[in-house]
C-alpha cells in the first residue's frame, strides 16, 4: 500500500515526469498535493497501471487533489539542456503553478534542483512508494500520451498513438525509412541508418514498449 504521507506538519506536494527515455517529444512533469486521507486501489506508479486504469486515475486525481499542475519542456530546450535539467525544469514549472503551495516537495529520483523556498525530498522509486508521487507520475504520463497523439496526426508513419515516442522496434523501424523529424530529439544521436542508441539515451528503465 502507498504511503499518504513523510510528515504530518507540513502540506506536501509529489513530482514526478514522463518521457525521459523517448527520442521524441517533450519531457512532462506533474505536481500533486493530496489529502491526507486519500486513497484509491488503482494507484500506484504508472509504469505499473494499464492505460484504461490510469485515464481513470487522472480524472479522479484531478477532481480529489488539493492542488495539481502539469508542464512540459520541448525537444529543443531538452537538446539544449540535456534531459536531466529539462526534466528538473518541467517539475519547476508544474511546481509554479500550483494554486496552493506546499511546505515540502516528494521527488522521484536521487536528485534534483531546490526549487526557491520550498524544502523537498528526493525518494527513489517514490511513485511506488509515496500516493503523491504516484498521483503526479499518473498525470506526467496521461498528459504526456495525450499531447503524442496529437502530434502523430501530423507525422503518422512514426507510431506515436501506439509508442507515444518511445524506441519501440516500429519507431526505429520508421526513423529507418522516413528520418528524424522536427520533433525528436537530435542530442540523443539517433543514427537513422543504424537506429542504435547512444550514451544520450535515459536509464533502461525510461524506455517503455508500447502501452507503457
Known amino acids: 500500500m502507498l504511503r499518504s504521507y513523510l510528515q504530518t506538519e507540513l502540506l506536501e506536494a509529489g ?3 514522463a518521457g525521459r527515455g523517448c527520442y521524441a517529444g517533450p519531457v512532462f512533469a506533474a505536481a500533486v498535493a493530496l489529502p491526507a486521507d486519500f486513497y484509491h486501489p488503482l494507484l500506484n506508479d504508472s509504469k505499473q497501471v494499464i492505460e484504461e486504469h490510469r485515464e481513470i486515475l487522472r480524472e479522479i ?21 540535456n534531459i536531466l535539467k529539462a526534466s528538473f525544469r518541467a517539475m519547476h514549472i ?5 494554486q496552493t503551495k506546499p511546505g515540502l516537495l516528494l521527488i522521484d529520483g536521487n ?6 523556498g520550498i524544502r523537498h525530498h528526493c525518494v527513489v522509486k517514490g511513485d511506488g512508494i509515496y500516493a503523491s508521487i504516484a498521483a503526479a507520475s499518473i498525470l506526467a504520463k496521461t498528459h504526456r500520451d495525450a499531447y503524442m497523439r496529437q502530434l502523430h496526426k501530423e507525422f503518422p508513419h512514426y507510431g ?10 516500429e519507431h526505429r523501424l520508421a526513423i ?4 528524424l523529424c522536427r520533433y525528436h530529439r537530435k542530442s540523443y544521436q539517433i543514427d537513422p541508418r543504424a537506429v542504435t542508441l547512444f550514451d544520450g539515451i535515459p536509464d533502461s528503465e525510461d524506455v517503455e514498449e508500447e502501452g507503457g
Open 61 to 81: 486525481i484531478e477532481e480529489s487533489a488539493i492542488a495539481w499542475a502539469v508542464a512540459c519542456v520541448d525537444n529543443e530546450a531538452i537538446d539544449q539542456l
Open 94 to 98: 508544474a511546481i509554479a503553478q500550483l
Open 111 to 116: 536528485r534534483f534542483t531546490p526549487y526557491p
Open 160 to 169: 506515436w498513438e501506439r509508442n507515444k515516442g518511445y524506441g519501440t522496434a
Open 15 to 17: 513530482a514526478d515526469e
Open 176 to 179: 529507418e525509412q522516413f528520418g
